[in-house]
């Protein structure tokens, strides 16, 4: 089944203007970043849990429009910021359009004291580690449920902290766009 998924796993740049059901979406959060029996699905230098995630919605089912931050030790969602802020986020991604046209994005963020302050600079390393083991398990979820997702490394740091409000210890490290391909 893995080896099925990886094969099945692609970038998806064209979205299909369509609502998302809100138990896919939550499906989605909790692959990124839940736990089962009080573990993480991913692994996390130290047990530091230096990642922040955050939901940025366009066409949820259920939900508005807004900035969403995902708890994972109730696998639950906080409102963070109460507009749509889509296209704002796709500007900040050198106008990649694809953020704007998806049905919502997770964009993966990290609190770089909360490693450091235990591994120094070479926290930094482990928090990014992280933040590659989560995005492959949104690829894989995406495979998984016929959805589309492409991996954005490609935005300007600052822009996206003040699009998303994000608290000043929490630099954004990772977007990805998630909704139904087109074609």
Aim: aromatic share 10%; net charge positive.
């Amino acid at each position: 089944m893995l080896k099925e998924l990886l094969l099945k796993r692609r970038s998806v740049r064209n979205f299909l203007k369509k609502s998302m059901p809100k138990d896919l979406f939550d499906y989605l959060l909790w692959v990124s970043y839940g736990r089962v029996d009080g573990r993480l699905v991913v692994p996390s230098g130290g047990a530091t849990y230096p990642i922040r995630v955050y939901a940025v919605l366009g066409d949820v089912e259920g939900l508005k429009p807004g900035v969403y931050r995902y708890n994972n030790m109730e696998n639950s969602l906080s409102i963070h910021l109460e507009r749509d802020v889509m296209r704002d986020l796709s500007r900040t991604c050198l106008n990649q359009r694809y953020v704007a046209d998806a049905s919502f994005n997770i964009v993966i963020a990290v609190n770089y004291p909360r490693i450091t302050s235990v591994y120094g600079e070479r926290g930094r390393r482990y928090a990014i580690l992280e933040a590659g083991h989560i995005g492959q398990n949104i690829y894989l979820a995406c495979a998984e449920k016929g959805l589309g997702t492409v991996a954005i490394g490609a935005f300007n740091d600052d822009l996206v902290a003040r699009v998303l409000m994000l608290p000043s210890d929490v630099d954004p490290l990772y977007i990805f766009p998630v909704g139904y391909p087109a074609g």
